[in-house]
């Protein structure tokens, strides 16, 4: 890890402010380093303690005396009224910013530091977190109170606001933020009123001025404002969904945003309160005191609808509190509220029920129709959900609306492949708004599905000259069309999307998908053929087209024999509209002259025109001779759990998931995507669950995944060509006595993480995070019942491999890990893993190498280090060859800023493993805080010579050069560094002040002299 000491630069010179009694500046330093990296326990505490030193961010208490002196002032009987006023006026105008928030730990923290320069005090009611909301909270400066929550969001906020001591309020939630060139707009705002806030001297003006009474002159003067929400979002087909248009640059995520507007600018007066237990809203308190609402045109960024999970646990929430808040059937608010949270949740069943039961109380509201439509639409009801779209249409006066419901109708109508159906509504939104992208997509999908290639590809090139990449939604139709065993429909989107030359990777994942069960068409339509031909030999006579003994079995199994031969015709007119349209790329036509020819024998002869048979293609042959079972096993994995599914599903031919007691929806999702879904009770050991879920499986070959990772569609083919050559004929069992070995790509933001691998575009669909760092073991074997996974914690299959004597080789497939990106599953994943460590410690009698090492890499990655140190050193007495022992010893050292135990201890692993590049990299660090940078440049130089573009070796090396006063040898490093050259600088500056930490002077001024010619070279 080339740059660890970045977080504790930081630290370090918050410390010197410190020193320098300068507590302010070293709090926001220390705010951006918790934002910026980890907030580990010990920085957590650190920070509090500074916060308690200094106190809450409460600028309201900091103009107090001045506030009371200008008070006096005003009260002199040197002055007359008009000076007297002309005092008062002169006071700031303070504002509370007031919140609730419950397992926040989160956002809280960005949230706060974000409205902290625009807000005088910060208010933050807990309702119940478990996390450490509240002490994040607390360490960036708002006041906390604690609330026992009474199932009313109404009585929360109200809470919130009785502690508020601003002459303002304004709401926010912890997911939101307002953009810091808006901070001004809304001073502007508040400060206009300032003769009429409410405050102790506003109130003794009003007492003195005997010309006014008091109460007409507060409500005629006070006023509130309402704020317009951005709901950001990723899908395009949300209601009233608005494009992103670069306006907040800083703020737009996901494709656009949906509007909610609401009062959340008021003055502090205690007659405006929130009232409802659900969706609280002080408008009505409002209108009770007189005071006139305006609007307020700074919007609010709302980023809570891009994270699922919270949505999810969100409305679940909200629902169980509208369903008591339910009181008859006539409550059509209650009704409409219901209906609303159960689509949320995705219950579309229970949304459909209070969908009708509001329709026939007040059937001419177009929302209704739409939030129904919706519901059927999930459920892929789509010629309900067309009538329901169709009637919301037909009723809409809100232009908005009727877009919204014409948008949905356009995708039943594909859905129900009937696209012809939905092209004039979409001609009449294009007529309203020429520049829609939707309708351009939708019209282009729509044409296309119904056989207008040409028109389709028409408005396409449409959409492309708004710069709008319909990539996505073409694969999502396609696979829609797939999922309804469409292939000709979905073969001619992806012929379009290939062309836009997007997202290569899945759509052609997607194509090769479409040419596969092509190939099983033909191949079945071939066999229905032959089986037709048979059928017509047994007969002696007459028109009937069923075998013989069908028609003995007729009264039996009549509904069998009609289904049976709907599927056949189905199967031959798919199989003539993929001929015609895509077998080879040639358009092969029907002899429209044979009117005689049946069909059947229509596409017998087509099938033969083919290169003499489609049943000899060797693509097919491959795809038959696939057996492979995917296995996984989960908990709470709503969030990730789709993702990793569609990932293989096109691969896979059965996939095993094995649930260990979620509490959310992963079961239900697992189930929906055709995973096979398994409970298994827990038994503290990850082996146990994996071994059952091999239990479960019927493929000839296993692969392991994770719900938190992926395979890439490019790698499709490599997988298949890894296990296919290994089946018998049967296709059920492997003769292969070989296992392989996966690199997994876990994914990260900080580059100081050791391994580190910067993102090359290999897999730009895959890739996240700055880079990532690899891991290694085994994912892919035979299914064979000898094989078991072992240890209850990092379980592995390969001892068990080994002891049946099957040979592992190296896979070229990465697997790529998403799950070292979410800080908090990381912390939660890694202190469960080391309570489990150190039971398996326990149990094998405290002497077991492996567990012990283990347990140590569990300490370090929790921040135990003490404890970490004891059992790295216990794993060392017990194998003293184990180089990456030493190493993960000297990362501990280090971490715990004991540089001279980290530099013996690097050594020591480097004697043991020249190859670590890891640990070669550290020790030259070392080498250089020790003040030996000749000896990091002697370590470096073999490096360099097997990884010549290595950046991070080629920065560390000009620092070891200049520390050491060779300034052009280091720049010749510099040179080199095409990517990095510019973070080279401040990678020097914090590294000089760490050699200052030490005592290195010289050095470090010879870094910071070097920082300096490079800036001045890239200026």
Known sequence: ALHPSHKRIKFMLADLLLQQERYQEAMDVIEEALLAFDMDNDALTLAGALRERIGPHDKIKDETHRDSSRLMETQSPNLNKSQQIS????????????????????????????????????????????????????????????????????????????????????????????????????????TKSRTEIRGDSSRLMETQSRSLNQSQSVSSSLVAYSLVSRNYVVSMNTTGWVGNDGTYLDQEVGTGWTPSKKVRLFPNDPRIRFEEPVHELVENSLKVAGIPIKDCEVPVHHFGKLDMTKVTKKGEQYYELGRAKFKSDTDLLAIYELALQASELGRYEDALVQWNKFIALMPDYPKAHYGKGYAHYSLKQYQEAFTSFRQSASIAQDPVEWRDAVTLLAHAAIGDNRP?????????????EPDYPMALLLLSVAHTCAGDIEKGNEYLEKLEGLHFDGTPYLAYFAELHLSEKRVAPALSLLTMARRLGRMPARISALIAECERRKSEIIRDSVEINRDSIETQKTETHGDTWRPVETEQKNETHGDSSRLIETQKQETHRDAIEIQKNEIRGDTVEIDRDKKSQSPISMNLNKSQSVSGSALQSPNLHESQAISLSLCMIVKDEEKNIRRALESVMLVADEMIVIDTGSTDKTKDIAKEIGAKVYDFAWTDSFADARNFALSKAAGAWILIMDADEVISPSDYEALRSLISTSLNQSQSVSTSKTAYLFTTRNYVIPTNVA????????????????????????????????????????????PSLECIGFEIRRCPIPVHHYGTLDDEKIRFKNEYYYELGKRRLAEKGGNDFRAIYDLAVQASGIGRHGEALDYFQQAIALNPKFAKAYESLGNTYYNLKQYEQALSSYRKSLELDPSSRDGAMMCAQCEIIAGHPGRALQILEPLLRNNPAYEKALSLAAAASHANGERERGMEFAEKMQDMRSGLIGFFRDFARLLLTEGKTHEAQRLQEAAEDITNRLA
């Open 87 to 190: 005092a008062l006026g002169s006071q700031r105008v303070s504002l509370s910013v007031c919140m609730i928030v419950k397992n926040e730990e989160k956002n809280i923290g960005k949230c706060l530091r974000n409205i902290k320069p625009l807000a005088d005090e910060m208010i933050v009611v807990d309702t119940g977190s478990t996390d450490r909301t509240k002490e994040i909270a607390n360490i960036f400066g708002a006041k906390v109170f604690d609330f026992e929550w009474t199932n009313s969001f109404a009585d929360a906020r109200n809470y919130s606001i009785s502690n508020a001591s601003g002459d303002w309020i304004l709401i926010f939630d912890a997911d939101e933020a307002i953009a810091p060139e808006d901070f001004e707009k809304i001073r502007e705002l508040i």
């Open 420 to 432: 012809g159906n939905c092209i004039e509504y979409l001609e009449q939104l294009l007529q309203r």
């Open 755 to 798: 391994g580190w691998v910067p993102n090359d575009g290999k897999y730009p669909e895959e890739e996240a995070g700055s880079g990532w760092f690899p891991g290694e073991k085994v994912r892919l074997f035979p299914n064979d019942a000898r094989l078991s996974f072992q240890n209850p914690v990092h379980e592995r299959i390969e």
